[in-house]
């Protein structure tokens, strides 16, 4: 049974950083593509970040510069590192494993002041 589980949402400044963390199970982990998305209130889900077996990663426009992407694939986990963040970052961020294709619960992320 696949199982991503989301953490590290919060509240934050505008400004300010939020790591966000994605524990996978279930799943050959070291040679999944494993993603992040977002779905902001009244909007569709949309793409963020994406990261290959290899270490290759893509991001949206909207986030490039600003936010990472990382693997630790001892520990089954893919992160999203988020700086800079601004009232716009605000969504529930999902992550995302893509063999098989599967999603987690969602953690919210609040910029605010």
């Known amino acids: 049974q696949v199982q991503l589980v989301e953490s590290g949402g919060g509240l934050v400044q505008p400004g300010g950083s939020l790591r966000l963390s994605c524990a996978a199970s279930?799943?050959?982990?070291?040679?999944?593509?494993m993603g992040w998305y977002r779905q902001a209130p009244g909007k569709q889900r949309e793409f963020v970040a994406i990261i290959l077996s290899d270490g290759t990663t893509n991001y949206a426009d909207s986030v490039k510069g600003r936010f990472t992407i990382s693997r630790d694939n001892a520990k089954n986990t893919v992160y999203l590192q988020m700086n800079s963040l601004i009232p716009e970052d605000t969504a529930v961020y999902y992550c995302?494993?893509?063999?098989?294709?599967?999603w987690g619960q969602g953690t919210q992320v609040t910029v605010s002041s």
């Open positions: 279930g799943i050959i982990f070291s040679s999944n593509v």
């Open positions: 995302r494993s893509y063999s098989p294709r599967n």
